[in-house]
């Protein structure tokens, strides 16, 4: 059964743009205006599902997206560290930070660890595949990451090394065996 499936990252936050563990924020006054922008390019879809963060919820809002919430897709759990500044945990907690971010195995903060959301995203895209059609999802630059090792089947220690800005696209096809990026003009 072959699948796409479009990832769309929130808009932007405060807490992206403070360099903070994001809370349940909700977007900028801005970034309606900025999301409806792009909603011109995206195709009909089959299913649109969202995180159900509320800055996922009014992403796929501003989209004019009729969508559902799905836990799986659902940004990193951070734990204690919700609303921290990251430049104040390099400060009070280095060591901790540096191991979240060196051992996919390690959580700190007490939320979820690299590997946790990584074997999240896999089974959303699963759920995907054995689904078929176009799906839509609106969600986390973390999990979009952990998204696309998966289809790359990269190793947890590149988590680091794929940026997602706000209202990124990112588009991938399952042709009924495996996973692949698509880019598209």
Known sequence: MHTRLTWICHGPTSAGRNGRFPLDEPLEESAVAETRAIAGGLQRADRVLTSPALRARQTAQALSLDSLPDLLLADCDYGRWGGMAIADLQMQEPENLLAWMSDPESAPHGGENIRQLAERAAQSM??????????????????????????LQAPLSSFWLADIEPLSIIRMTHNGRRWALRFAV
């Open 126 to 151: 699963e759920t995907q595949s054995v689904l078929g059609g176009h799906v839509i999802a609106v969600s986390h630059a973390a999990l979009i990451r952990a998204a696309i090792l998966n289809v």
